[in-house]
């Protein structure tokens, strides 16, 4: 069993940054593919970025790459999404997911969700 527990969101202005934390329990972290996605309601929730286990390698929504940038510290149990240079667009509820492979987790096949936490981006 793993408890995934999203911190960071708030709002900011167009342009600006937040940097996004899932802390995971549990001593297995560092067996799980980590990824990041995000929910605008009545939308589906979009693919946002994935990282193996071991961090290399790590996999991109076309609509973040080169803004986002997501990182895991396995002796903290933590995953990072550093957003750089954020839109309107991005504002969404923004929840972490851990999965047995990158690859399943890429396409929203996880073992386990967090409860999200919310990005405003204003314009």
């Known amino acids: 069993q793993v408890q995934l527990v999203e911190s960071g969101g708030g709002l900011v202005q167009a342009g600006g940054s937040l940097r996004l934390s899932c802390a995971a329990s549990g001593r297995t972290f560092s067996t799980y593919a980590m990824g990041w996605f995000r929910q605008v309601p009545g939308k589906e929730r979009e693919f946002v970025a994935t990282i193996s286990r071991s961090g290399d390698p790590t996999f991109y929504a076309v609509s973040v790459k080169g803004r986002f940038t997501i990182s895991r510290d396995n002796s903290k149990n933590t995953v990072y999404l550093q957003m750089n240079s954020l839109k309107s667009e991005d504002t969404a509820v923004y929840s972490c997911?851990?999965?047995?492979?990158?690859?399943?987790?890429?396409?929203?096949?996880?073992?386990?969700w967090g409860q999200g936490t919310q990005v405003t981006v204003s314009s």
């Open positions: 997911a851990a999965g047995a492979a990158v690859a399943a987790l890429s396409a929203g096949r996880a073992g386990y």
